[in-house]
Structures are given as structure tokens and as C-alpha cells.
């Protein structure tokens, strides 16, 4: 610091022994610098420079002079003091956390206890069950399969006869019947009929008369409307199997009979 001082002082000096030798008439006219404020307190007398070096002292803040006139001098005083203290921070802080923290736990935590256990082991042995007694095989309702299978036939539509009106057309009291199917046209244009059924033992010649008499009527009554109705009513069927009878009128009269024998004998 103080060859700094000594090196300013010097520069001074010889700035005013320049400025003495120029003439103080360049001085006077030669406006003072703005960054040399020293110029403002040197004498104008020419004469005597050497003691200008002991009695004008130069200020530190003179103004700044080339320093590369002085071979002593250091390097410009323009340079930073101090380097800066704090360094950039535009590093992240923090380190991104997308990664997952915990581990699925899908796995079962417990294995299975349902270990089969001892087989148990009965008390007491089961008893043969008694094998049921066979008992008659239910019988196949004849009536109603011989039934079945004409009315699968193609014929008019017919309507069932009840007990009464069974008594009034055929005069055939129903409790001499086991069972019984009868049935007649729904329509006054056909004479297709039938009737089929299981007979009580001793009853059969009551119900052949009751279908004799009701063939007759048939006979009557078409002869008169139909002559081609009257032609299937001729034709009729009576047929007989043990306690079974069939009494049919109809185009389809041996299919009729065909099927009654099928379930009868």
C-alpha cells in the first residue's frame, strides 16, 4: 500500500513539473480536468519546482494517472477486491421422488389351514336298508292312450260328451264305466264320433245296445242332410277287446281301430 502512495505522489509531481514547464498562460487558459481535482491548488510560479515536491502534498484521490509510466507500479486498482461470497444456487435441492415407496403386498400373508382332517369313523354301522317290497307296476290307462292317438289324427273339431249328455245320446248310464272317452263334432256338418271304453264286467251287452241305438239316429238324421255324412255313418266301426270297446264314425275310421288294438291286445 504505501509503494501504491509513493507511486501516486510521484505521478503527481511529475504532472505539475509538466504543467510548470508548459507556461502558466497554458494554465490559465486550459480548463482543469473534472477528475483531477489537484490542479485547482497549484501555485502559478514557475520558478522554484523542487520545493513544490516537499510543501504541495497530493491528495489520494488525485486523479488517476497511466500507471504504465512507472515501472514499480501494481496492477490497476479498477481489478474486483473481493470475489463474490455467494455462489448460484440454480441447482435443484431436491431430487424428484416419483419413485414408488412401497411394494405391492398382493401376496398372502397366510398359507391356508383347511387341512382335511381325520375321517371320521361312524359309531355305529349303517344297517342294510330293507329293499322296498315291488309293488304292481301302475297300469297304462288304456282309454286315454287309445284316446290320444285318434285324436292325433286329422279330424273336424270335436267337443267332450259328459256323463249326461252321454246318457241322453247313448243311454249309457256312466257308472257302468271304468272310464270313458266321447266326443262328437262341434260343427253340424260332420258326423265323425267316437266313443271308447273300459266297461265294468257283466256291463258290455248294456253298452253295445246303448251304441246300437245311437248308430241308428245317426242313420235317421243323416239320411235326411248329408248324403256323404251319411255314407261315413254306415261305415262305422264297433270293436271290442276284453273289457274294452270302440264305437267310431270317420274317414279315418281303420286308423281308429288299428290304434285301439295297439293298446288292447
Given at each position: ?20 514547464a508548459c507556461g502558466g498562460g497554458n494554465n490559465a487558459q ?236
Amino acid at each position: 500500500m504505501n509503494r501504491r502512495l509513493i507511486a501516486l505522489a510521484l505521478a503527481g509531481t511529475l504532472t505539475l513539473s509538466m504543467l510548470s514547464a508548459c507556461g502558466g498562460g497554458n494554465n490559465a487558459q486550459t480548463s482543469p480536468s473534472p477528475s483531477a481535482p489537484v490542479t485547482e491548488s497549484t501555485t502559478p510560479a514557475p520558478e522554484s519546482s523542487a520545493p513544490v515536491e516537499e510543501t504541495t502534498p497530493v491528495p489520494e484521490s488525485s486523479a488517476p494517472v497511466e500507471e504504465t509510466e512507472s515501472p514499480d507500479q501494481e496492477e490497476p486498482s479498477n481489478e474486483p477486491s473481493a470475489q463474490p461470497t455467494t455462489k448460484p444456487t440454480a441447482k435443484p435441492t431436491t431430487q424428484p421422488t416419483t419413485k414408488p415407496t412401497t411394494k405391492p403386498t398382493t401376496k398372502p400373508t397366510t398359507k391356508p389351514t383347511t387341512k382335511p382332517t381325520a375321517t371320521p369313523t361312524p359309531t355305529t354301522k349303517p344297517t342294510a336298508t330293507p329293499a322296498p317290497t315291488p309293488t304292481a307296476k301302475p297300469q297304462v290307462d288304456v282309454v286315454s292312450s287309445v284316446w290320444s292317438g285318434i285324436s292325433a289324427l286329422e279330424l273336424p273339431s270335436l267337443i267332450q260328451l259328459d256323463d249326461a249328455l252321454l246318457s241322453s245320446f247313448y243311454g249309457i248310464n256312466a257308472s257302468d264305466l271304468v272310464s270313458y272317452k266321447c266326443a262328437m263334432p262341434a260343427m253340424a256338418v260332420h258326423a265323425t264320433e267316437f266313443f271308447v271304453a273300459e266297461v265294468k264286467s257283466g256291463k258290455m251287452d248294456t253298452v253295445k245296445a246303448g251304441i246300437a241305438k245311437r248308430q241308428a239316429d245317426l242313420v235317421a238324421q243323416w239320411s235326411q242332410y248329408l248324403p256323404e255324412q251319411l255314407e261315413l255313418v254306415e261305415n262305422y266301426k264297433v270293436v271290442t277287446s276284453g273289457n274294452y270297446i270302440l264305437f267310431a264314425i270317420s274317414d279315418k275310421v281303420d286308423q281308429a281301430v288299428s290304434i285301439f288294438n295297439s293298446y288292447t291286445k
